[in-house]
């Protein structure tokens, strides 16, 4: 039997705060094998990346010494294996690329960490993201659209902007980050397990409908009180926090897409348990939405850098 892993020509490399994410590429851009590891920022020492790639690579492809890198995410932190400084928004393919920090590894190969992007707001207050950049390059591309609306649910949730092929502006929600919190380590989830959760549309939708973007903290209480008064069984509890959560952020979003776009549908790129729950909130408030896979984008965003890279014309964005 053929190895795949000796048709590789490049490789793909989704570096984050907790996970690690390989994809290597044929020649043509076809994904030809992944690997992932939970080997993130938090469990590498510093200095110690180019050793940790070697380790996670060596025993994945053979002939991972003879090909270049390119990784995004937080690798490129100050945190990270390098501090990439951000690109500001605006900002398109060809800057992105541009500000690229390249180098080469210990074993000779040539590697790329592409820079995260940065908006300042009025009053001196900055947003930032690192990875999200390179999965709306990508979306661009798939959709053949240089304006649209994106949404990129996680821990700290992405509304973005592209427009005329730029990102032009975006904004973060700690939502799944509250959710952890409020779940795990506050009286509204005490006594309660994820494991145990009932995943119900009724009581994630009910808390959408009840979510205010002006008044959190306050119907964050209602957690509470709806588990006392038995408005909700034990097991939909965290589903009714879900949707309060996810429905702030969605109506906060509503707030910053102009009237006229409000007809075109919302992307929604991320992973698909989130997808889901984040397109029936969109319904639930009236906004139409679509969903694009984030690993699709992520890696179709990272073919159109490595083009520009290659001194190659991008074929959309």
């Known amino acids: 039997m053929t190895d795949e892993s000796a048709d590789a020509s490049w490789l793909v490399i989704d570096w984050g705060t907790t996970n690690f994410r390989a994809f290597a590429m044929s020649s043509s851009g076809k994904v030809i094998k992944r690997k992932e590891a939970k080997k993130g ?44 400084p951000y690109a500001a928004t605006p900002v398109d393919l060809n800057e992105l690329a541009g500000q690229g920090h390249s180098f080469i590894l210990p074993w000779g190969a040539p590697a790329t960490i592409y820079p995260g992007v940065c908006h300042k707001r009025g009053k001196g207050q900055y947003d930032v993201m690192r990875g999200e950049e390179v999965q709306l390059i990508g979306a661009a591309s798939l959709l053949g659209e240089s304006t649209f609306h994106a949404v990129m649910p996680g821990t700290h949730s992405k509304y973005a902007l592209m427009e005329d092929s730029c990102l032009k ?16 380590h506050t009286i509204l989830g ?32 209602l957690v509470r009180t709806h588990r006392l008064f038995e408005n909700l069984k034990q097991e939909e509890v965290l589903d009714y926090l879900s949707g309060l959560l996810i429905g702030h952020e969605i109506k906060s979003v509503a707030t910053l897409i102009s009237s006229k776009d409000l ?24 906004l139409t939405s679509q969903i694009l896979d984030g690993d699709r984008c992520f890696i179709e965003g990272m073919k159109q850098l490595q083009k ?5 014309t991008s074929a959309v964005v």
């Open 190 to 221: 005490r006594g309660l397990s994820t494991d145990t959760a009932s995943k119900s549309a009724k009581a994630f939708l009910k808390g959408v409908e009840e979510s205010s973007p002006e008044q959190l903290t306050r119907q964050l209480f």
């Open 263 to 286: 007809t075109k549908p919302v992307n929604i790129i991320g992973s698909h348990g989130l997808n889901e729950k984040y397109q029936l909130a969109f319904n639930a408030v009236g």
């Open 308 to 312: 520009v890279i290659a001194n190659e």
């Open 169 to 184: 502006a975006f904004s973060t929600f700690m939502t799944g980050e509250m959710y952890s919190v409020l779940s795990q």
């Open 41 to 84: 920022l938090l469990q590498v020492k510093q200095g110690e990346f180019a050793n940790e790639l070697k380790r996670l690579l060596e025993s994945w492809l053979p002939n991972y010494t003879s090909l270049p890198v390119f990784m995004a995410g937080m690798v490129g932190s100050q945190q990270g294996w390098v501090d990439v």
